[in-house]
């Protein structure tokens, strides 16, 4: 049978990512270009995505910290609810402080990928969920699921010009946002006592291991290197960019990002049936790299169809390393491990990801339109190269 690998909290799992990345597909994409036409500028735009991952990186850091002590399953449908919060700021009024206030306090992905307290608890529950000699599949399966959502929901950016000028454009959007959240928390509430880790007298649940410690604190350095990277070319930034320099409207960006997340979401299951050849490190490295030189050339040509084709091409690519990268972390330590590793790794890349959508909107401002493309490319590589280096002798147990 189908996915009978997989236990039914995993399934669920599954459900809710879907759930959850539809609205995700369309806030990435329209995000920015409505800051634009409420008045704010490139570097403004940028200040207000970094306040928005910033909240993420909080939140990851408080789950990563109490959701095993407070329940996992409980903090879930918790953070479910600010989504739910966030979108009736966002349909009840069209000031400025409306979508500041809701990417605060909500957890919208506008960034450069889901980095919040959401994956950070769902990495931990799905080795639990699944054979362990599928894991990586079962990884793999969660991205692909992911991105063919957010790809759904990018489609629906267009909608707004059929409806109405302002807000009243926007609401239908804003009300499935607020649909998604309700529905997550929902769904949470059917997970079973299995997906809670087990609590003992003398275990400190919120600290690492003594033995996981130098590899978390390693890749939690290097995650954060290739996401401040990923910061200066997340979904909204690329919408700006292609908005500003080639003209595209939302429902032309929307077909656009359908289509990279499409292409992405098919890459995971070869990211899979690789990692079983080369390895998890190799499969890694190996397939980013051409993706970020592909990333660097983009600003460089000056037509719309090769630039997407660019981008498609980088996008083929480019998130191979996301499912094997979740495997990999998850195989180097202790199930008592799993939460805070995530938790931790996925902290530093929020942290480090805050930072860079203000920096890309002054390099835009100040310098050139697609200055963010190189210095995302370069420090990407420079990730690439140090992953190597650091771990391609430390193998996971399935792969020794």
Do not use: C
């Not at 940028?46 to 789950?63: E, P």
């Not at 939302?250 to 098919?266: D, W, Y």
């Not at 963010?372 to 990730?383: E, L, S």
């Amino acid at each position: 049978m189908p996915f009978d690998w997989m236990a039914k909290d995993g399934k669920i799992i599954l459900i809710e990512k879907a759930v959850r990345t539809v609205p995700y597909g369309f806030l990435g994409v329209l995000f920015s270009v409505y800051l634009s036409q409420l008045g704010l500028d490139a570097f403004l735009i940028g200040v207000v995505l970094a306040l928005t991952v910033a909240s993420s990186a909080i939140y990851t850091l408080v789950a990563s910290v109490f959701a095993d002590r407070l329940g996992r399953k409980r903090t879930l449908i918790f953070f479910a609810l600010t989504d739910a919060l966030a979108s009736v700021l966002l349909f009840s009024s069209d000031s400025l402080w409306a979508p500041i206030t809701a990417g605060i306090l909500g957890n919208m992905t506008v960034g450069a990928g889901e980095v919040g307290p959401f994956l950070t608890l769902e990495q931990a529950i799905l080795p639990g969920a699944s054979n362990s000699r599928r894991r990586t599949l079962g990884f793999s399966v969660y991205n692909l699921v992911g991105y063919v959502s957010s790809s759904a929901g990018a489609l629906l950016v267009g909608l707004p010009q059929y409806i109405g000028p302002g807000i009243a454009g926007y609401r239908p959007l804003f009300l499935a946002y607020l649909a998604s959240g309700l529905l997550g928390a929902y769904l949470y509430s059917k997970l079973s006592k299995k997906v809670e880790k087990e609590k003992t007298a003398s275990q400190n649940i919120t600290v690492l291991s003594e033995a996981s410690k130098p590899v978390v604190r390693r890749l939690s350095a290097l995650f954060a290197l290739d996401s401040f990277g990923g910061g200066f070319i997340g979904i909204s930034i690329l919408s700006y960019y292609f908005y500003e320099k080639y003209s595209l409207q939302l429902s032309s960006l929307g077909l656009l990002f359908a289509g990279t997340q499409m292409v992405t979401a098919i890459s995971f299951l070869f990211a899979e049936r690789i990692a079983r050849q080369i390895g998890l490190i190799k499969t890694m490295v190996y397939t980013h790299i051409p993706s970020n030189l592909l990333l660097t050339i983009i600003p460089f040509v000056s037509s719309a169809p090769i630039a997407v084709g660019l981008l498609l091409s980088r996008q083929s690519l480019s998130q191979m390393d996301v499912p094997t990268r979740q495997s990999y972390l998850m195989s180097v330590v202790p199930e008592n491990d799993r939460t805070p590793a995530a938790g931790f790794t996925n902290v530093s890349r929020s942290i480090a990801q805050t930072f860079s959508p203000s920096i890309a909107g002054y390099a835009i401002a100040t310098l050139w339109l697609g200055s963010p493309f190189v210095i995302a490319g370069a420090m990407k590589v420079g990730y690439d190269l140090a992953l190597y280096r650091i771990f391609h002798k430390l193998k996971p147990p399935q792969e020794a």
